[in-house]
């Protein structure tokens, strides 16, 4: 459907997960595409030192991003990503990685299947915050992985005036990270009312409606949206 030519007051339906009203025109988030080659006939050791040095690099920023949470007096917030932190140093996740480095594939794709393994055993549980957790998971071992390729330059997205962001989901550190003066209301396909994306709009005051669909993320860059954080709903083209 091509909304930004359509009939006004088409509604999507969602969560409420961070009460307020916002009007303005929509922006979709590109998340940062990182590709890695597999390879085979590597050194197990010197691989594991590779990973160990990478989830460091990790672990210093997603400090960073704590402490600038608690320094915007959001204390109670910033314990996400004290989690972040842990969940790269977890010895069953390690273990599981030590196993496959052992087949002597390199770090990188060793690293990505013990992540994708986790994840989907937490997306498994019926526990809507558990399931939540497998989406921190692939948030933090992405930022591992960038630094095992050498990107450390994170995700340069900009948000060039202020808009009502638009996302399939959106991670803590993504959430954190972005420049929020310029972002109206959080507008998500996925996620619920106990997603990092409702945790974080709440403490920052951001209207933020979430599980809305797929179809939010076919709507163009630049159309009209009323989003009403408290209901749960957001207007297209509203008259």
């Given amino acids: 459907m091509n909304y930004a030519a359509g009939e006004p007051n088409q509604v999507f339906n969602g969560i409420a997960a961070a009460p307020g009203f916002a009007s303005g025109t929509s922006l979709l988030w590109h998340k940062e595409s990182i590709t890695f080659e597999r390879m085979t006939g590597r050194n197990p050791q010197y691989e594991r030192q590779r990973i160990d040095k990478s ?4 672990q210093k920023e997603l400090i960073a991003l704590r402490d600038q949470m608690i320094n915007e007096k959001h204390e109670a917030e910033a314990v996400v990503f004290d989690a972040h932190i842990l969940m790269l140093e977890d010895p069953s996740l390690l273990q599981y990685i030590d196993g496959l ?3 002597t594939v390199n770090a990188e794709a060793a690293w990505m299947d013990g992540i994708h393994f986790f994840s989907e055993q ?8 558990l399931q939540a957790r497998a989406a921190d998971l692939k948030d933090s071992g992405l930022r591992v992985l960038r630094h095992l390729l050498g990107r450390n330059e994170g995700n340069q997205f900009v948000i060039p005036h ?11 550190s993504e959430t954190a990270g972005m420049d929020k003066s310029k972002v109206l209301a959080f507008c998500t396909a996925e996620g619920g009312p106990t997603s990092h994306t409702a945790i974080l709009a709440k403490a920052y005051g951001i209207p933020a409606v979430v599980g809305l669909g797929d179809d939010i993320l076919n709507i163009p860059n630049g159309t009209m949206l009323l989003v009403d954080g408290k209901n749960g709903k957001v207007i297209v083209n509203p008259d």
């Fill in 55 to 58: 989830i460091k690099l990790a």
């Fill in 101 to 103: 480095l052992e087949k």
């Fill in 122 to 129: 937490l997306a498994s549980i019926p526990d809507a915050t």
């Fill in 162 to 172: 202020p808009s009502v962001l638009i996302a399939r989901d959106l991670a803590p």
